[in-house]
C-alpha cells in the first residue's frame, strides 16, 4: 500500500469509472510546467534551472546521455524527490501546495517494469483499483479487461508475470498505468533491456495510446522510438533541456551538442 501511494495520487480522490462527475475535466490529458527546477546531491548540481513545458494531450519525449538527470526529472514530477528550487505546475497547480496531487492522477511505468511476481497478469493491473475500493470485483474486472486491450493483452488475466516475456511485461505495467485513469503518464525508459522487436511493439503501443491524449512524458535514450512517438522532443544537457521542437525540428537541428548525440546513437542503432 505504502509503495503504491508513494507515486500514484492521494486516496482521498476517488477515480470515476461510472463517467465524468461535474468537476471532472473534459479533456484527459493535464499541462505540465517545471520552472527553474534545480536539484544538487552533494555538490553534484544535477539539475539547472531546467524549464519544460509539456502541453495537454501531448506525448513528449526526453532523451539525453546516461546520467543526465531524466530519471531524476521524472522523479519530482512524481513527488519522490523535491526540488532545492523552483516549481512544478500540473494545470497551474503548485505540485508542493498542498492540494495540488489530489486534482489530478498521474501514473508512472517503471523501467523494470516493476510487477508483483506473485499476483496474477488481472491482480496486478488491477490492484490499484481494488485497495483503494474504487469499485466492486464486476467493474475492476471490466476496467482490467479494457485496459489489457488497449496494449494488446487481451485475455492474459490469469497469466503469472513469471511466465510473461519482458515486451509482455511492460505492457502489463502499462495497463496498469492505464488502470488509474491517469491524466498524466510517466514512461521512464519503457523499452530499457528489450530487444528490437519487442522495442518496436512497445513504441506501436505508445503511439497507439496517443488517441487516448493522456499527457506522457516518455524518457529514453532510444531516439528510434523517440521520434515514432513524440509530437515534440527535448534534450537535457548539463542539467537543462537545450533544445526542444517536433521531431522534424530535432532531425534537423544546427545545435552541435544535439547533431552529436543523435548521430551516436544512430550508429550504436544501425549495429
Ligand atoms: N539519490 C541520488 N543520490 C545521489 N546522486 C543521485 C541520486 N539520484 C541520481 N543521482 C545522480 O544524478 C545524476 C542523474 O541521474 P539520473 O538517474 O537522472 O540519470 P539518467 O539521465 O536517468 O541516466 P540513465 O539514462 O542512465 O537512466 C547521476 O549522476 C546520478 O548519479
Ligand atoms: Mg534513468
Not at 30 to 39: A, G, I, W, Y
Not at 155 to 176: D, F, T, Y
Not at 196 to 207: D, F, K, M, S
Request: with cysteine; proline share 5%; hydrophobic share 40%.
Amino acid at each position: 500500500m505504502g509503495f503504491w501511494n508513494r507515486w500514484l495520487p492521494d486516496t482521498n480522490f476517488r477515480p470515476e469509472f461510472e463517467g465524468p462527475r461535474s468537476e471532472e475535466r473534459t479533456r484527459s490529458g493535464v499541462r505540465v510546467e517545471v520552472q527553474r527546477l534545480n536539484k544538487f546531491f552533494g555538490a553534484h548540481h544535477v539539475l539547472r534551472d531546467l524549464d519544460l513545458g509539456v502541453e495537454p494531450g501531448e506525448t513528449f519525449v526526453i532523451f539525453g546521455p546516461s546520467g543526465c538527470g531524466k530519471s531524476v526529472l521524472l522523479k519530482h514530477i512524481t513527488g519522490l524527490l523535491l526540488p532545492d528550487s523552483g516549481r512544478i505546475l500540473v494545470d497551474g497547480e503548485d505540485l508542493q501546495a498542498g492540494e495540488g496531487r489530489r486534482r489530478f492522477r498521474m501514473a508512472m511505468v517503471f523501467q523494470s517494469s516493476a510487477l508483483f511476481n506473485s499476483l496474477s497478469v488481472g491482480e496486478n493491473v488491477g490492484l490499484w483499483l481494488k485497495e483503494h475500493r474504487v469499485s466492486g470485483p464486476a467493474a475492476i474486472a471490466s476496467v482490467v479487461a479494457e485496459k489489457l486491450q488497449l496494449v494488446g493483452l487481451s485475455g492474459s488475466e490469469h497469466a503469472m508475470p513469471s511466465e510473461l516475456s519482458g515486451g509482455m511485461k511492460k505492457r502489463v505495467s502499462i495497463a496498469r498505468a492505464l488502470a488509474v485513469n491517469p491524466h498524466l503518464i510517466l514512461y521512464d525508459e519503457p523499452t530499457g533491456g528489450l530487444d528490437p522487436v519487442l522495442t518496436e511493439q512497445i513504441g506501436h503501443v505508445i503511439a497507439d495510446l496517443k488517441q487516448l491524449k493522456i499527457t506522457s512524458l516518455v524518457v529514453t535514450h532510444d531516439l528510434n522510438l523517440g521520434f515514432a512517438v513524440a509530437d515534440r522532443l527535448g534534450m537535457i544537457h548539463e542539467g537543462r533541456l537545450i533544445e526542444v521542437g517536433t521531431p522534424e525540428r530535432i532531425r534537423a537541428t544546427t545545435n552541435p551538442v544535439v547533431q552529436a548525440f543523435i548521430s551516436t546513437q544512430m550508429k550504436v542503432l544501425a549495429r
